[in-house]
Nanobody
């Protein structure tokens, strides 16, 4: 069973940037498509961006042009570069397969955007 460990979150001011990392215990190439998800307080978890095995990406409208998902299959790591952060981006961010695999949810990493 694969485990995902998210890191890179923190407190940042509006307009700032963060880079999240998701390290997998197994081969993400064999997994296929991967996604970054987030859950804000009182809201349902939502897809932020996804990336195919070959690197094709799709982002949610709310983050399009600001967030970039990428993957390094050799390092079994998926990244989320977040620029121009807004307070509404505050959430716990998770990675998982796309579509999601219930057993693969990790602890996530907290991102707080506040002045």
């Amino acid at each position: 069973q694969v485990q995902f460990v998210e890191s890179g979150g923190g407190l940042v001011q509006p307009g700032g940037s963060l880079r999240l990392s998701c390290a997998a215990s197994g081969s993400i190439f064999s997994i296929g498509a991967m996604g970054w998800y987030r859950q804000a307080p009182g809201k349902q978890r939502e897809l932020v961006a996804r990336i195919s095995r070959g690197g094709l990406t799709i982002s949610a409208d709310a983050v399009k042009g600001r967030f970039t998902i990428s993957r390094d299959n050799a390092r079994n790591t998926v990244y989320l570069q977040m620029n121009s952060l807004k307070p509404e981006d505050t959430a716990v961010y998770y990675c998982n397969t796309y579509p999601t695999t219930p057993d693969y949810w990790g602890q996530g990493t907290q991102v707080t955007v506040s002045s």
